[in-house]
C-alpha cells in the first residue's frame, strides 16, 4: 500500500510529452497556457482582504488584538499584501490600523478608502504603506450611490491619488462595479490614472456577474491600455470568484484579492485557500515558494472562530472529507497511486489522505490493504470473501471502522481456526458484534 503523499513524485500523473530530444519534456496540462502571453499565473501576487472585506462579512466582530493576530498569521503565510478597513470607518478602525502598521510586518498594509479627499488625507496618516481608493463607475453607483458623473469622478481620482503619492506611499485607483459600467468610460478613467503614475489600476466585480470569459476579456483590454499593474476583486455571488481570479491572471493580471474562507459582503469574494488549491495545480514551484501552504488550516481555523461559522465540508484543501476517497474503484487506485484521483497532494498543506472503508460501495483493495494494516494475513480470495460480509452488513445500516475490523478479525480467527460444523462446513460468527458510534470511518493512508 502507498505510505503516504510524499511517495508522490512531484509531476505524477502529469502526461509526458516530447519526442524532439532524447528527454521527455514533463508538462503540466493545468499550468499556464502558453497562449496567454501576458499571463501572470506563475507571477501573481495576494491582496488579503480579511480585515476589509472580511470584517464587511456579516458575523464579522474583530477586536484589536483578533486582528493584531489574523494579521500576524497572514503575514506568517506570506500574503504580498494586507488590506485593512478605512480609517474613516470609526475612531477603533483609525487606531487599528495604526498598530497593525507598526507590527513591523513583511507584508505591505494597506487601507482602503473612498475616492474623496478627506479619507485621504486620514489615511496618509496611519502609517500604511499604500493605499486603496474605490469608486463606483456603473450607473447603478453613480446614480444611487455618490451621485457623480465621470468628469468629476476623474478629477477626484487625480487629486486624491497626487495626494498620495505626494506621501511617497503606493497608490492603487479602482472602479466599483466595473463589470456594470460602460466600457469606455473604464478605459477613459484608467487612462487617465495610469498617466499620472498610479501603481496599480483594479477591477472589482462588486455584484459577482462576470463570468470567466468576460474577466479575460476586460483584461486583456484593459492590459493593452494601461501599462501599470492591475489588481482584481472577484465576489462570489454566482460562484465564480476563484474561476475568474485564474482567468483575470491568464489574462494579465497581477494581483488577486482574496479573504479567508472567502468571507465578505453577502456570501463573499475569492477564498484564500480555493485560490491556493487552484495556483498550485497550475504552478506547484511557485505556489510552495512563496506561501506556508501548511500554516492554511490553521489560518483558516482562526478566521472561522473569530467569525463564530464552521470550514464547509467541501472547503477546497480543509474541508473535512477534501483527501478522503470512498468508492471501491477510487480506493483500488489510490492505493497503488494517488494521482490516480488527487490532482494536489495533501501533504503540500501538512494534510493526509484516507480511505473511507466502512460502508457498502468499499472493494476488496481497500479491504485488503486493511488486513495488511491489522498485520492479518489472508489470501486474496479470502479478502474478497469478507468484503461480501462487509458489503452486506453495509446494506443494513451505517457502518464504522470497528464493524470493519470486528468483521475482519472473526473472520481471520475462524479461518485461521475453523469450527468444523456436524455437516461438515464452516461455520463464521457474522455481525453479532456489531454496535458503537459511526465516527471515525476512515482508514488513513
Ligand atoms: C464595495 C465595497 O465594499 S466599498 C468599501 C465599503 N466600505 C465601507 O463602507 C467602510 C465602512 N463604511 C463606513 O464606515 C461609512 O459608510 C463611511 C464612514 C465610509 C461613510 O459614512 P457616512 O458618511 O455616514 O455615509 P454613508 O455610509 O451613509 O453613505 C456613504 C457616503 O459615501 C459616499 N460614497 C460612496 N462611495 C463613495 C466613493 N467611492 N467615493 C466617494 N464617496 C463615496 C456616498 O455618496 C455617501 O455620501 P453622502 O454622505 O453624501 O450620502
Ligand atoms: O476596492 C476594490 O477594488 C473593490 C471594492 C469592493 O469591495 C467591491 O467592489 O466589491
Ligand atoms: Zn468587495
Known sequence: MCEDANAIPPTGGFKEVGEATNRNIQQNPYGPNPADFLSNVSNFELIESTLREGEQFANAFFTTEKKI??????????VDYIELTSPVASEQS???????????????????????????????????????????????????????DMNYIAQSAVEVIEFVKSKGIEIRFSS?????????????????????????????????????????????????VVSCDIECHFHNDTGCAIANAYTALEGGAKLIDVSVLG????????PL??????????????????????????????????????????NPITGFCAFTHK????????????????????SDFGLTRYIHFANRLTGWNAIKSRVDQLNLHLTDDQCKEVTTKIKK?????????????????NFHQDVSSPVIMPSGGTKFEDFDFLDGDLSNKRQHI
Request: hydrophobic letters at 40%; aromatic letters at 4%.
Open 94 to 148: 483609525r487606531k487599528d490600523c495604526e498598530a497593525i502598521c507598526k507590527l513591523g510586518l513583511k507584508a505591505k498594509i494597506l487601507t482602503h478608502i473612498r475616492c474623496h479627499m478627506d479619507d485621504a488625507r486620514v489615511a496618509v496618516e496611519t502609517g500604511v504603506d499604500g493605499v486603496d481608493v474605490v469608486i463606483g463607475t456603473s450607473q447603478f453607483l453613480r446614480q444611487y450611490s455618490h451621485g457623480k
Open 263 to 270: 468571507i465578505g459582503e453577502r456570501n463573499g469574494i475569492t
Open 393 to 409: 452488513l453495509g446494506d443494513v445500516r451505517a457502518l464504522n471502522i470497528d464493524d470493519v475490523d470486528s468483521i475482519i478479525k
Open 176 to 224: 466599483e462595479d466595473s463589470f456594470r459600467s460602460d466600457i469606455v468610460d473604464l478605459l477613459n478613467i484608467y487612462r487617465t490614472v495610469d498617466k499620472i503614475g498610479v501603481n496599480r489600476v483594479g477591477i472589482a466585480d462588486t455584484v459577482g456577474c462576470a463570468n470567466p470569459r468576460q474577466v479575460y476579456d476586460l483584461v486583456r483590454t484593459l492590459k493593452s
Open 69 to 78: 493576530e489574523i494579521a500576524k498569521a497572514l503575514d506568517d503565510f506570506g
Open 327 to 346: 468508492a471501491g474503484i477510487h480506493a483500488k487506485a489510490i492505493l497503488a497511486n494517488p494521482s490516480t484521483y488527487e490532482i494536489l497532494n495533501p
Open 273 to 314: 485557500g480555493g485560490l491556493m488549491a487552484r495556483m498550485i495545480a497550475a504552478d506547484r514551484d511557485y505556489v510552495l515558494s512563496k506561501y506556508k501552504l501548511h500554516k492554511l488550516r490553521d489560518l483558516e481555523n482562526l478566521v472561522a472562530e473569530a467569525v463564530q461559522v464552521n470550514i464547509p465540508f467541501n
